[in-house]
């Protein structure tokens, strides 16, 4: 959706505990995944980050932040997103388009490809492996991250939650987790989404990975609204 890099700047110190990190992981299955591993989410290309969200200590976020079958993202990342968007469109069309992960190319311009690794109706252990590009910053290469997402929550029609590491060359995300929850309103759907990353390279330049995180999902949001609103207005809605 939108993610991972190896910095020359020092890793930037912090009050917690952190656990130790590995500075790369090959792509295997996702053991915490997307980037929107969940975390993985994705990297928007060549576009202008929003300001990332007020700053909120992690006792806050760990309380309110957003969850789906009890569980939501990494309380202790530096890297997190948050941020939701109204679709005037079906609650079953809006889901529908979220969880049919091979049709995401073909309205989500970051993704370049997207594939199952099981069959069936996407559920808690689906596992799945997708390609986004990310942008050269001025301490890593462009490259294109290589993401293997688990599905480790899923209630129809209301959130599913994915983890895993993306990898590319010279660059990596140890660890993104990615909760997304859908809630009729009036007229429509609110689509709420937060996202956290781990990993020493990302956490390096924690201002510049927010802003890329940030970017994806407030890009990601926008191509599931208008492609959702347009289902919606097609003959067949």
């Not at 997307?34 to 200590?57: C, D, E, M």
Request: hydrophobic share 40%; aromatic share 4%.
């Amino acid at each position: 959706m939108p993610s991972n890099s190896p910095s020359s700047l020092p890793v930037q110190p912090s009050a917690r505990r952190r656990r130790p990190r590995t500075h790369a992981r090959t792509a295997v299955t996702l053991t915490a995944a997307l980037a929107a591993i969940g975390v993985l989410a994705s990297t928007a290309p060549a576009q202008a980050a929003p300001a990332p969200a007020p700053a909120r200590t992690a006792a806050a976020h760990h309380a309110d932040g957003l969850k789906c079958q009890g569980r939501g993202t990494d309380s202790d990342a530096l890297i997190r997103y948050r941020t939701d968007i109204v679709i005037k469109a079906p609650l079953s069309t809006v889901f529908k388009l979220q969880t049919d992960i091979e049709r995401w190319p073909s309205w989500q311009a970051p993704v370049l490809s997207a594939k199952r690794l099981d069959h069936g109706p996407l559920r808690a252990g689906s596992q799945f492996r997708w390609t986004t590009p990310a942008p050269a910053t001025p301490t890593t290469p462009e490259t294109t991250l290589n993401i293997t997402s688990t599905v480790r929550g899923l209630d129809r029609n209301s959130c599913i939650r994915w983890t895993g590491p993306a990898v590319g060359e010279g660059l990596s995300i140890d660890e993104g987790v990615h909760v997304w929850n859908f809630t009729k309103v009036k007229g429509g759907v609110r689509v709420q989404t937060e996202e956290t990353w781990t990993g020493a390279q990302v956490e390096a330049d924690v201002p510049l990975a927010t802003s890329m995180l940030g970017a994806g999902l407030e890009q990601w949001l926008r191509e599931l609204k208008t492609t959702a609103e347009a289902h919606a207005a097609g003959p067949c809605a």
